[in-house]
């Protein structure tokens, strides 16, 4: 299983950025996929997650408003839009993904793959 981030970059405050995640390797779909964030000296943070069963997402308090996770079941891929970004919004965000049924939503370390990351600078 791979994924693979992108649209990460540089951005004002206020500014927006949608970041993609796609899937491989797979031969069923996940059951939930999210977005996970890290700034440097912090600890890993979930962002946002959505479930394949009926599309139920979850946000955290952060970015509730702000930003939505989406996906694209044909591509494997899975969306973070982001808009009125935050220079607190700084930091390397992660994709991640798991294929069996846990509670919802899922914890850390309930997701079994991750992506390697992209960078979000808000300025």
């Known amino acids: 299983v791979q994924l693979v981030e992108s649209g990460g970059g540089s951005v004002q405050a206020g500014g927006s950025l949608k970041l993609s995640c796609e899937v491989s390797g797979i031969t069923y779909r996940p059951n939930y996929m999210g977005w996970f964030r890290q700034a440097p000296g912090t600890e890993r943070e979930g962002v946002a997650a959505?479930?394949?069963?009926?599309?139920?997402?979850w946000y955290a308090g952060s970015v509730k408003g702000r930003f939505t996770i989406s996906r694209d079941s044909a591509k494997n891929t899975v969306y973070l839009q982001m808009h009125s970004l935050k220079p607190e919004d700084t930091a390397m965000y992660y994709c991640?993904?798991?294929?069996?049924?846990?509670?919802?939503?899922?914890?850390?370390?309930?997701?079994?793959?991750w992506g390697q990351g992209t960078q979000v600078t808000v300025s």
């Open positions: 959505i479930r394949r069963d009926g599309g139920e997402t």
């Open positions: 991640a993904y798991r294929r069996q049924y846990c509670t919802w939503p899922p914890a850390l370390n309930d997701y079994t793959n």
